[in-house]
């Protein structure tokens, strides 16, 4: 299914309009990555492709996590725009106010595409904008979020579009969510020089989130770094937990301890979701059967990944293999 927010621009039509809603507390670099490919874009392009306002909603200077200030010009009373991003950060609570979340609901009313950046999921799907749709947040928060709004279907995906509901899990994922955008919008040429400007590789398709990042991963307990390091090496021929331990000098009890520590969930757990998280990715992108995408993830057979799957995703593999065949 094609959407407003990602159907191909013909050579005729004027900007493509960006309302960029920044809540305080938010960070700068989500607020750079949500906006800066769009001024990349109208300068490989020599025109303007892309318009946008930076909006907040009373207006005025916003402080953002850094102490870096942002002039904001208060929102409109009716919407009028292409696509809504909204950058939001620390202190939901106090800034996705009745006021904002009613505003917002005036998107969907008028078929505006909204876009979530960084704790943007979490104010949309206050606003109820999310229910019915997948969508996604930083892997720390995606379980959590899935509890808060029974009715969405949490993925855990760098970023997530369906249908006028767009969301990322923070600003490398937001980074390749616009760069697809100018993508759909304008062919994979402008995307590429966008990208090279930026000296960055983009991701252009959903894919999971790392579970732990290498930049994360440095700074965890030794131990637990090594033992992440043996589940990742070893999905097909899972090993048992006391094993892992054994192989990193700790008790299984240990290990357990510091994994909850760390990651704040145990080394079990954790290892079941490095091969789920596998396994929704080998569906995704290969064409392999079931049988083989549970030998390759250390399933005894199809049936017991398909439980497996079930339980961590709500879904079968067919049903996701559907779901993205039809939104091609």
Known sequence: ????????????????????LILPDSNLLSMAAALDPFRAANRRAGRAVYD????SPQGGMVRLTSGVEVRTAALPLHADMDLLIMVAGFRLDAHATPALRSWLRQLRARGIPYCGVAGGPWVLARAGLLNGHRATTHWEDLEAFGHAFPDL???????VIDGPALTTGGAAPCLDLMLHLIRCHHGAELAGLVANALLYDPVDRPTPQRLVPQARLAALAPQVAQAVAIMESRLEEPPAIAEIAAEVGLSPRRLEMLFRQHLETGPGAFFLRLRLSEARRLALDTGLSVQDIALRTGFSGPSTLARAFRKGFAGSISDLRADRHQAQ
Request: proline share 13%.
């Open 153 to 159: 279907e949490p993925l855990p995906d760098r970023f």
């Open 1 to 20: 299914m094609t959407d407003s927010a990602t159907r191909k621009r013909n050579p005729g039509d004027g900007p493509f309009r960006i309302g960029l």
């Open 52 to 55: 946008w306002q930076v909006l």
